[in-house]
């Protein structure tokens, strides 16, 4: 009997910086349509980052394909939205008299077809996804999925919450037994009240904090809002908890083919480094404004001389002596550079933090059983995942 | 020793794509001897041979001391390599490396891309502005009422500049008296199943629009920049007209269903707001000129039957050509107004052989309305109001701000 699988991770964040950067940059020179470009070769980095065995994961989509999809769900969906935001915002003012009805009826009317495109999106990517040159797939079943969830998603508010695991199992469930690796279909064993425990601590921190609400408003004493302080961070740290718990319970009662899995992920781990993370990004954000503002002076100087800065550092700072044209672009420039700087910085200091955590604890028990698994053919998707694309659902990857 | 060696021997692993088994293999490539191809020994003996040309590198991998390798026409299997020296010189050899596929039926992509343009045009250009006019007509009173109320929140605060409370609206008494005044001389009652609601924004921007519900909104800017009230009421008078049309209310469920579609296709790059707003915005004039000349066509009649001459709308936008300037081309197309000369013409030949009742307000009342946003902004020397006449330039000195929101303006913004 073969060891288990230990998953390296090869991930570093100076190239994946710098390729978000790049691909970024490209996006916004051609209006957008670079991204699909851009999402293909950062899911290219991502993927092959993960190395179960040492043997990297693979992405093989297509951007051209990608782009086909997303026209061919433009074509549909622009007759869905069109003609229907233009009704609900009709039926939102004849019959409720303000706009929140129009909004709101508008999110529930795309809000299925959010489902479907989620579905249609994990579908295309687990079919472009490889190990040891073995195709990932996914079955047919996105209309089945898309009411499942909103039934699911029903429940779980009118139980204000607490039913939050038993959906997370069965929408899993209903994923991953229609998921396949080479011929063999996966299958996700377990029952839902094996989650209740990974969400004790979010129960906690958001119970007492609900509690301390109600209590504060209906005593109207608001000096109790106090103790937030401990229970708002119990409760965030509660979810991290819960996502590292809930996928160790999932992934150890997983298996293809007789090959199963074993996670080791940590709620501190994900806790710290979402912490760490974010914390990175901002500071290096505020690093970016200080370096624009720094240039920006500079280039005052060097027009009008460094003294003038401090005589007249109001006008450099309302700018009246530029010419308009170049305020706008610095002005434009600025904007997207900050939406740029934003999405690589969180692409590397958390998003791939995030992902190693999860990939470095991964085992996979009883490997003997790959080599019983054979090759299933391509699948060739006519859409993609268009609709996510179109309605900017899908994968954060 | 610096010879390059004849033969790199090394062991990678191999995926063959029929099973998720890994083999490790020999590889072994000899530049001198057979520069065009690479051998690869699998473990039960048999050798795969893989022609250098045909070798691929898998881009944007995220391990950079391993290369994974495939072969061009064989789809699925994967060589592992390791070997540092072996890779060096394979990267010697190979030429082909980071060689793309070719884009596969191009065609196709053509078509569903023009398809998708064709689609997005329809909609945006035809079946919404279709259906909005269509809904326009029988969305109740109150509705357009709440519509209404509901976007002048939303554009109070957008437009205040000091960026702390919506923007001010300027009532004082002696002002707003003489408002009514003009809208009572003006008497659009019948045209309406609501009451016409007018407001002052105390702001310098030179404009004035309705909102669905029959509010209007002048701006102290066009206040300070006429020269008699019978051009406040003129103006008065084509806001009253848009509200008549319904073009407000048009307006806003054409916005509703384009913004959406518009944002599917630009998607969410780096918040790409500006260029939906842009694309919004050219999608927009099209169909405010008409609404303009139509607001235009029922001012005239509306002042006539009051007994003011229509000629006061065409002597303010005079006045303002002379300022800013007539907008052909482009700008008149994104600025969502006719040409400034088509409309001074059409209002001075509505004014042919039209005799005036009397002036629409007293000196001392034009005086009051001046005034109407306090005494912070008093017009020097309000004496007397001057008559209507074709005349140049009147520096006012008013910034004109930029464009906000949907059409119904009278005027275009800088």
């Keep these: 009997m073969q060891q288990d699988l230990d998953t390296e991770y090869a991930g570093r964040k100076p190239p994946l910086f710098w390729l978000a950067v790049r691909t970024g940059l490209l996006t916004l020179l051609t209006l957008g349509l670079y ?58 003012f004849t019959f409720f008299q303000n706009n929140f009805a129009a909004y709101a009826l508008s999110f529930a009317g795309v809000l299925p077809l959010i489902f479907f495109a989620q579905y249609r999106a994990r579908r295309y990517v687990l079919a472009r996804t490889r190990w ?35 959906m997370t199992f069965w929408l899993e469930k209903y994923r991953v037994d229609r998921t396949f690796y080479g011929d063999q279909k996966m299958h996700q064993g377990g029952r839902w009240t094996m989650l209740i425990a ?27 809002l106090g103790l937030f302080v401990f229970t708002v961070p119990w409760a965030i740290a509660g979810l991290t908890y819960w996502r590292a718990h809930s996928f160790r319970r999932l992934a150890e009662t997983k298996e293809v083919g007789g090959v199963g899995f074993a996670s080791g992920v940590k709620g501190k781990q994900l806790f710290w480094t979402y912490l760490g993370g974010y914390t990175l990004v901002f500071l290096s954000l505020l690093g970016g404004l200080m370096l624009v503002f720094i240039t920006f002076a500079a280039v005052f100087a060097g027009m009008f001389g460094i003294a003038s800065i401090f005589e007249n ?7 009246k002596q530029l010419p308009v044209w170049a305020i706008t672009m610095l002005g434009i420039a600025g904007y997207f550079g900050m939406f740029l700087f934003w999405g690589a910085a969180k692409y590397t200091f958390v998003t791939m933090p995030i992902v190693a955590c999860f990939a470095q ?36 990857l | ?51 250098i040309e045909d070798i691929r590198q898998l881009p944007d991998q995220a391990d ?25 010189a394979l990267r010697g050899l190979a030429q082909n490396l980071h060689q793309r596929k070719p884009v596969q039926n191009k065609f196709r992509l053509f078509k569903w891309a023009i398809a998708a343009v064709a689609s997005v045009a329809l909609i945006v250009m035809v079946l919404v502005p279709v259906m909005a006019d269509q809904l326009a007509r029988i969305l109740p009173p109150e509705g357009e009422k709440a519509l209404g109320d509901t976007t002048y929140e939303n554009i109070r605060t957008a437009l205040n500049e000091t960026g702390i409370a919506p923007l001010k609206v300027c009532e004082t008494p002696a002002g707003l008296a003489a408002m009514r005044k003009i809208l009572t001389r003006l008497n659009p009652d019948d045209d309406l199943p609501y009451k016409i609601q007018v407001d002052i924004l105390d702001h310098e921007m030179v404009n004035a629009f309705a909102l669905p519900g029959g509010r209007i909104v002048f701006f102290r800017g066009l206040i300070e920049a006429a020269e008699n009230p019978e051009e406040v009421a003129a103006v008065f008078a084509h806001e009253i007209g848009h509200v008549v049309n319904r073009d407000p209310t048009r307006d806003a469920l054409r916005a509703a269903g384009s913004i959406g579609v518009l944002g599917l296709l630009f998607g969410d790059f780096a918040g790409g707001t500006l260029i939906l707003f842009l694309a919004n915005s050219l999608v927009n004039a099209t169909y405010s000129q008409k609404a303009e000349a139509g607001a235009d066509v029922y001012a005239h009649g509306l002042m006539s039957n009051a007994g003011l001459s229509p000629a006061a709308l065409g002597t303010m936008f005079e006045r303002l050509r002379a300022k800013h300037g007539d907008a052909e081309g482009l700008v008149a197309h994104f600025a969502a107004h006719p040409a400034l000369s088509d409309r001074i013409e059409a209002s001075i030949s509505a004014a042919e052989g039209f005799e005036s009742t009397g002036p629409v307000l007293t000196p001392e009342e034009w005086r009051d309305l001046r005034n109407i946003c306090g005494t912070s902004h008093i017009i020097e020397g309000t004496g007397a109001p001057t008559p209507n006449t074709v005349r140049d330039g009147n520096g006012n000195g008013t910034k004109t701000g930029g464009q906000f929101g949907s059409g119904n303006k009278l005027l275009p913004a800088d």
């Excluded at chain 1, 898309?146 to 204000?160: A, D, E, G, K, N």
């Excluded at chain 1, 609400?213 to 004493?221: M, P």
């Design chain 1, 313 to 319: 550092f109001e006008i450099m700072a309302t700018s």
């Design chain 1, 35 to 92: 991204r699909f470009w851009m999402k293909t070769r950062l899911r290219r980095y991502f993927w092959s980052a993960v190395k179960p065995g040492g043997i990297p994961m693979e992405y093989v989509g297509d951007p051209w394909e990608k782009l086909l999809g997303f026209l061919f769900a433009v074509v549909i969906l622009s007759f869905y939205i069109g003609v229907v935001n233009l009704i609900l915002m009709f039926f939102s």
């Design chain 2, 1 to 51: 020793m610096n010879t390059i060696p004849e033969q790199y021997d090394t062991f990678a692993d191999f995926a063959d794509g029929k099973s998720a088994r890994l083999a490790r293999v020999g590889v072994r490539l000899e530049p001198a001897v057979a520069p065009d191809r690479l051998h690869i020994g699998l473990p039960d003996g048999q050798a795969v041979v893989w022609p």
């Design chain 1, 361 to 396: 604890t991964l085992r996979l028990t009883n490997p003997a059983a790959l080599t019983e698994i054979n090759q299933r053919a391509r699948d060739e998707f006519a859409e993609a995942e268009g609709f996510a694309d179109a309605l900017d659902v899908g994968a954060a």
């Design chain 1, 132 to 166: 040891r040159g073995i195709r990932f797939g996914m079955e047919p079943g996105a209309w089945g999925y898309t009411w499942r969830s909103v039934v699911h998603w029903l429940i779980t508010i009118v139980s204000l919450g607490i039913l939050w695991p038993r």
């Design chain 2, 64 to 88: 950079r001391a391993g290369l994974v390798l495939s072969a061009d026409d064989d789809q699925v299997s994967r060589l592992f390599l390791h070997d540092e020296a072996v890779i060096k």
């Design chain 1, 198 to 224: 990974p969400m004790k601590h979010a129960y906690f921190g958001f119970g007492t904090s609900a509690a301390i609400l109600f209590v504060a408003i209906s005593n109207e004493t608001p000096a109790l």
